[in-house]
């Protein structure tokens, strides 16, 4: 076990995934933890100790794990981006990386100790008074679901909240409601904080109103630059955006809740919405995922993970 190292990098992947340094393959069979990443889009999840080694020995029978303390600080991420990359990388002497790759997707499709994961980064935590005393502040994330089969057929949703506590609600648009089948959702929402719950969403939706209409107008002044099917591709995500059922919100009651049969068309994603509530004795510090998983059949097709974070209280 000692003799495989483990990196993992950190990146911005908001507007896409930027080149890994030519030189990578190099550093990471040195184990060299000096400043190499200074100038790139990359960071170390662990800036003090960037690599790491197994437990114990690898066998196929009994796999190991190692764990990160990430930081996403170094990132500054902008406001309004939640959107990161982790890229692993494993290396043994007797088997060195050898590639020259800058592009992580070629990257990860040919070599097979290379792995990378979307995140998503919520920030929660924040309390304020409700009915029913002080509560921690709901957040609600967007979600895309794009049809990612090949022969068409509907896919089911599934919301993966065992590492998540309190509240977890999903909101979908309404033409895809009437066609779903649900398992471990509840359309009765009985929380001991609905009152904010149903004040969070209604701002929520206020703001992504007048977002809509932003990125409408943006859009439309981009007719004559982009092809026509391109613009109208662009219209069709936006009209999308404003077709969810606000006053309609699934309750994820079940561990693992599930949306069964969900017809997606190609080139139109279905947006959904996620809101989370953390428990009211949620510390400082805690750290919580959620994964949304596109299944069809048992294969999965797509989804996105969310890492829920509680900042620390900030000291005077």
Not at 3 to 9: H, K
Not at 92 to 109: G, H, I, R
Request: glycine share 6%.
């Amino acid at each position: 076990g000692s003799m495989v190292r483990v990196l993992l990098l950190l990146t911005d992947a908001s507007a896409g995934l930027p080149p890994l340094p030519a030189d990578l393959a190099a550093r990471l069979n040195s184990a060299d933890t000096s400043s190499w990443l200074a100038g790139t889009a990359w960071h170390f999840a662990d800036p003090a100790a960037p690599f790491r080694t197994l437990p114990g020995p690898l066998d196929a029978r009994v796999p190991q794990v190692v764990e990160f303390a990430a930081d996403t600080t170094p990132l500054a991420l902008p406001a309004g981006h939640d959107h990161v990359c982790a890229a692993a990388f494993i290396t043994t002497a007797s088997d060195p990386l050898t590639s020259t790759q800058t592009s992580l997707d070629a990257f990860t499709m040919h070599d097979k100790r290379v792995a990378h994961r979307n995140l998503h980064v919520v920030i929660a935590g924040s309390k304020r008074a409700s009915a029913n005393g002080k509560a921690n502040e709901p957040v609600s994330v967007m979600l895309a679901l794009h049809h990612a089969t090949t022969c068409g057929q509907a896919v089911d949703l599934l919301v993966d909240r065992r590492r998540l506590p309190g509240h977890v609600s999903l909101v979908l648009p309404e033409r895809v409601l009437n066609g779903v089948q649900l398992e471990g959702f509840s359309a009765n929402e009985r929380e001991s904080h609905a009152d904010m719950l149903k004040a969070h969403r209604r701002d929520w939706r206020d703001a992504l109103g007048r977002r809509i209409e932003e990125v409408g107008r943006h859009v439309e002044r981009l007719e004559g630059v982009l092809e026509p099917e391109e613009l109208e591709c662009r219209r069709r995500h936006t009209r999308g955006l404003g077709e969810l059922a606000h006053d309609r919100p699934l309750s994820a009651k079940a561990d693992r809740a599930i949306v069964q049969n969900l017809t997606i068309d190609p080139g139109e994603p279905v947006w959904a919405a996620l809101t989370i509530q953390l428990p009211e004795d949620t510390q400082p510090g805690s750290l919580y995922r959620l994964d949304a998983i596109q299944q069809a059949g048992r294969q999965i097709v797509g989804g996105s993970t969310y890492v829920v974070v509680v900042p620390e209280r900030s000291r005077l």
